[in-house]
């Protein structure tokens, strides 16, 4: 025990003196490694879990109060601890530490109270500004209302008011019920609770007989508290008793709340009486074993139902088990404060809906933190891998003429179609520009390849997209071009990176006419269908007339070229040429 | 990971799977000389939707030059070249 209040006390200290207010999210290890260590109030484990849990719980408190709010509460509470007006690092572990989670939401600070089922890690408001109202309303003993969440418009969270700051630890249970998916995707289930400890150990120091002790559930799904301070007489705000009763209604009160409206104002009494029946419940329920612990909504619906019935707002009650998970906080020191204080934020709440669970901006700390980094930056870095790849999709729709496929399959399917038909078609021109080159027989052993591996597998499968990559060989070797071809040919072939994949040979088969060898090649690929006739003309020329769809560039090339171009086919009545943008209108097909 | 989860059941429900669209990238650049040469296996869809782009558009300004010059050949060539690929084609 004195391990666990030197650390956080040290903590404490820390923090307040550093100033900071903003308060870095924790995720007690307790809450994960729970299975292990909920072996039993001895075990040292479960102690020293529980103490850093707790630690951190209070140096969340202490963090976000601002420090006069702390110094005063300190004082207020003689019981806490010995000189609490000296520094606010003095404090002693107080039993009613509440953890408000404060959202920072579309421009708003929502406080959330966070059930200690689903979240072990505590979120700060962002802002050191930021002062919740919570803590006042806590004080007075309202918590219910106030610790459900507040949603503080910006301007209220301004240093005027002296709202304590409500932080509140959330314990890891099962982490479905008010969990976002974002939480939960974080934080692994905990079945059993990280909090089970010993109440006495931890509040029992501060806090007076009313918390007895929590039991681990067997289940592991909470530690009961079987807590007693469930008294009606308590209610006087001084006693220390009530106090309690007010932190755990206060650190219950984040669970309800999410559903339940707030309270009146009249409520101190209320309240208080509401979260007595509530505890009450809770025990039997804990008893009953279901889940008032559980996490599951069922449990936590029935609570609040239970309160709703009792006539409370939304305060719940019962709160052993997360009090003891929780961890009592700064609630008792608030207790001193009155009613008046909490009047006014409860009245706030009232009209304002349940507090969402929004994806929590939350900053984790520790291990939780740097999940949740990984997290948001695994999620950035994919949101722009997404974009820039759909980014690329638009651009490759743009490129492919007359795709109007929307799906990202269809379109890609469209663009491995129509790559293999420009490879083939720049073949085909290729080979056609080499095939008139006069003097040189090897242009034509070229061509012959080309159509063999190409156009007739195209014409006779119809399906380009089903064939594996073309692999044509370059029909002519760049230096054996004529001069006045030579240019362009180097042109063409002269980007190994977007032309086509270049084998040049270099020692050419015997040197045979053009004509044999394309017929070989049509023959050995048996499909030779022929397309080529004079139907395939007609496909030559819609296929570079502007009038019709023109799958290749339809852009670029000019009206007048294309004019030119068919002229010369018409003229010179090639067939060859038919016979390559047949295939090529296979694409099209 | 749920929100994977959640994708991978929206493109199930749209009939496409992740795998699909792998294998599609897969194909795609395996048509990409640049990506091709480069041996690698591990290349970003990103970069392959990228090189597919470029290579387009380089296939374009050939398919542009190839035609300026076929167009250019085939008005200028003599008509013993023609008969021998029409002889030829019309076997």
């Not at chain 1, 004195?2 to 003196?17: C, H, I, T, W």
């Not at chain 1, 009313?210 to 067997?218: A, D, G």
């Not at chain 1, 705000?237 to 009249?266: G, K, V």
């Not at chain 1, 009494?269 to 889940?291: F, I, L, P, S, Y």
Request: hydrophobic share 30%; net charge negative.
């Amino acid at each position: 025990m004195d391990r666990q209040y030197q650390a956080e006390e040290d903590f404490r200290s820390f923090f307040v003196y550093s100033g900071l207010f903003t308060l870095p999210v924790w995720i007690p290890k307790a809450a994960e490694g729970t299975e292990g260590q909920r072996t039993g109030h001895g075990s040292r484990d479960h102690m020293e879990a529980e103490g850093v849990f707790r630690s951190k719980s209070s140096c969340s408190a202490a963090i976000i109060m601002p420090l006069f709010e702390l110094l005063r509460t300190m004082r207020s509470k003689p019981e806490t601890n010995p000189a609490p007006s000296s520094t606010p690092a003095d404090p002693s572990p107080t039993p009613g530490r509440d953890f408000v989670e404060l959202v920072w939401e579309d421009g708003q600070i929502l406080a959330q109270g966070q059930s200690q089922l689903n979240r072990p890690w505590m979120t700060s408001s962002n802002t050191g500004l930021v002062q919740p109202r919570n803590c006042s309303e806590a004080e007075s003993g309202q918590k219910a209302g106030n610790i459900r969440g507040l949603e503080f418009g910006q301007g209220e969270i301004g240093l005027g008011k002296e709202g304590n700051a409500v932080p509140w630890l959330s314990y890891p249970f099962n982490g479905s019920l008010h969990c976002d998916d974002f939480c939960n995707d974080l934080l692994p289930e905990l079945p059993g609770i990280a909090g089970v400890t010993d109440c006495r150990q931890h509040l029992g120091c501060n806090t007076s007989d009313s918390i007895r002790l929590f039991e681990n559930s067997v289940g592991g799904e909470v530690a009961v508290a079987e807590a007693g301070p469930v008294q009606p007489g308590n209610l006087s705000p001084d006693s220390s008793a009530l106090q309690q009763q007010q932190q755990q209604q206060q650190l219950w009160l984040p669970f309800l709340s999410y559903r339940s409206s707030i309270l009146e104002d009249a409520g101190n009494v209320k309240a208080m009486a509401a979260e007595d029946q509530g505890r009450v419940c809770w025990n039997e329920a804990e008893n009953g074993q279901t889940g008032c612990v559980a996490t599951e909504d069922g449990g936590i619906m029935a609570e609040e139902e239970k309160i709703v019935d009792n006539g409370t707002s939304s305060v719940c009650s019962a709160n052993t088990v997360e009090r003891g998970t929780c961890y009592p906080k700064h609630c008792s020191k608030r207790k001193s404060r009155d009613d008046n204080e909490s009047d006014g934020p409860s009245e706030d709440l009232d009209g304002e809906p349940a507090i969402e669970k929004t994806r929590v901006s939350s900053h984790p700390r520790g291990t939780a933190l740097k999940r949740s980094r990984a997290a948001e930056v695994h999620n950035l870095s994919e949101r722009r891998r997404r974009d820039r790849i759909n980014e690329k999709m638009r651009t490759l729709q743009d490129l492919i003429p007359n795709c109007s496929k929307a799906d990202k399959a269809s379109l890609l399917d469209e663009a491995i179609k129509y790559l293999k038909m420009l490879q083939l078609q720049v073949q085909m021109m290729t080979m056609g520009a080499g095939l008139y080159m006069p003097p040189f027989p090897h242009t034509g052993i070229g061509v012959g390849r080309v159509i063999g591996y190409g156009g007739m597998d195209l014409n006779a499968s119809n399906s380009v997209a089903r064939r594996p990559a073309i692999h044509i060989t370059p029909p002519v070797h760049g230096a054996q071009f004529p001069a006045m071809h030579h240019g362009t040919l180097q042109r063409a072939f002269s980007n190994p990176g977007q032309g086509i994949p270049m084998s040049m040979p270099k020692k050419s088969l015997q040197p045979t006419s053009a004509t044999s060898l394309v017929a070989s090649a049509v023959s050995r690929h048996g499909a030779a269908p022929a397309t080529t006739g004079s139907s395939s003309m007609e496909t030559v020329l819609g296929f570079f007339t502007p009038t019709k769809p023109n799958p290749v560039c339809p852009r670029d090339q000019p009206p007048t070229q294309s004019g030119a171009l068919r002229s010369a086919l018409e003229t010179s009545d090639t067939n060859m040429m038919g016979l390559g943008v047949a295939s090529m209108a296979s694409y099209r097909k | 990971m749920s929100s994977r989860r959640s994708r991978s059941r929206q493109s199930a429900g749209s009939g496409i799977t992740d795998d699909q669209i792998a294998e599609l990238v897969t194909r795609l650049q395996q048509l990409l000389p640049e990506i091709r040469s480069r041996c690698s296996d591990k290349v970003s869809a990103s970069k392959v939707l990228q090189e597919t782009c470029n290579y387009i558009r380089s296939l374009h300004r050939e398919v542009d030059d190839l035609s300026e010059r076929l167009s250019e050949l085939l008005a200028t060539s003599d008509n013993a070249q023609a008969a021998i690929i029409r002889s030829l084609l019309t076997q």
